[in-house]
């Protein structure tokens, strides 16, 4: 990758080289054809790095492809007993990081510099 990459800055670098090379250009003449080498150039380069690129993308595609039906399972079985977390928490910046006792239950601790909770009114319908 770095061969390929290195050589198509050489090969982008002495197109401006060969021009100087040159006699230079007549008033009549139209600057078009070395702009158009540069974009061929450019194009040549961006061909290269895509070909380079695609093994990776496909990879990424087939780990996007094996993770997507987890994450989907996981929306859907986590979603609502997060729902129902949030519903109860005022702030999350006021609560410590969760804490697992002795007997398996997880607690999550307010800040002791936090302000008084003050229950939302529409988390009174929520059950844990």
């Not at 450019?42 to 990776?56: E, H, I, N, T, V």
Request: charged share 25%; proline share 12%; aromatic share 4%.
């Amino acid at each position: 990758m770095k061969q390929f990459i290195i050589a198509s800055l050489i090969a982008v670098a002495a197109v401006p080289a060969m021009a100087q090379m040159s006699d230079p250009p007549q008033e009549q003449q139209d600057p078009a054809p070395g702009r158009d080498l540069m974009e061929e150039g450019a194009k040549l380069l961006f061909r290269g790095l895509m070909s380079q690129a695609a093994p990776a993308l496909r990879d990424l595609q087939d780990l996007a492809d094996d993770v997507g039906p987890a994450m989907k399972m996981l929306r859907e079985e986590m979603g609502p007993a997060l729902a129902e977390i949030m519903a109860n928490i005022d702030d999350i910046s006021n609560y410590m990081p969760p804490k697992i006792l002795p007997n398996g239950d997880i607690i999550i601790p307010r800040k002791p510099d936090a302000p008084r909770y003050v229950p939302r009114e529409d988390a009174a319908d929520v059950e844990l």
